[in-house]
């Protein structure tokens, strides 16, 4: 894992392009104007708000970033249709549990995105992360970490823990690098 | 206005009327808490996608681009499952009951009080 920004100008390259994009579709147009202003406030806010954050990792791949992206809008949409057939089917079929996923991710950033991501894709919501990063004592190696999440209908327990890790864990350990 | 972007405009808007009808229903009609979470955080993503698709349309094509909802999309994206996640926290810590079948009730952890190992503030 990388905290270090190659450039001093600009620590968080990624969050610039995404702030440049922003306030040109705030604008809803590419005028000179907004382009020059869009490219000012994109370098100047992550300098100014530097010093307010935690140093997070950066994103080592882009391009894999991007394609897990894309894989998780296309995850989102089988998702949506998945559980409503769930929804509109015969409750006595559903099968709900809780389960426990095993992290290999170890910092807050990647473990974050993982949970927003299982909780957006199919029949699964994040619910819980054990132990908690306040029970961490600082200075102490992180103990093994687990992700608790509810599933609406489970089938095979240990085929949907391999598919989170292959599918999603496996991408993001790829993109931080760690 | 053609007539083949009104059919557009129009399939954007039942078919995202519908996901987020299917997760209201999803709302009212599960069992337990944890289920009930499931509708709305899925189902309604997608219908909302829809909409905002729909308005998309109709404003590109009515006078001038309309690229605002992308913006829509993009914030509800990002906060949709962070809210799931806090009320499904508050769900675990005030121990809601979950429907007899549910298996693995015992994957979930008794909390644990915080360990006081911080400077006090001064």
Partial sequence: MRFKPKFGWLPTPYRSVLLFIVWLLLNQSIEAVHL?????LAVVIPLLTLRFRDPQPLIERPLLALRYILRVFADIVTANAQVAVLILGPKRRLNPAFVRVPLDLQHELPITILASTVSMTPGTVSAEIYPSAELIPAGEPMPQRWLLIHVLNMTDEAELIASIK????????????? | MQNWIEWAVAFFLLLG???VLIGSIGLTRMPDF???????TKATTLGMGGI?????FFFSLSGGVSVHELLITIFLLITAPISAHMLIKTALHHKLKAISKTRGLD???PAQSKQHDRKPLP
């Fill in chain 2, 34 to 40: 944890f289920m009930r979470l499931h509708g709305p």
């Fill in chain 1, 36 to 40: 020059f202003f869009a490219a000012v």
């Fill in chain 2, 17 to 19: 009327g519908s996901f």
């Fill in chain 1, 166 to 178: 292959q599918r999603y864990e496996a991408p993001l350990k790829e993109i931080f690098q760690c």
């Fill in chain 2, 107 to 109: 994957n979930i952890e």
């Fill in chain 2, 52 to 56: 905002l698709l729909g308005s998309m």
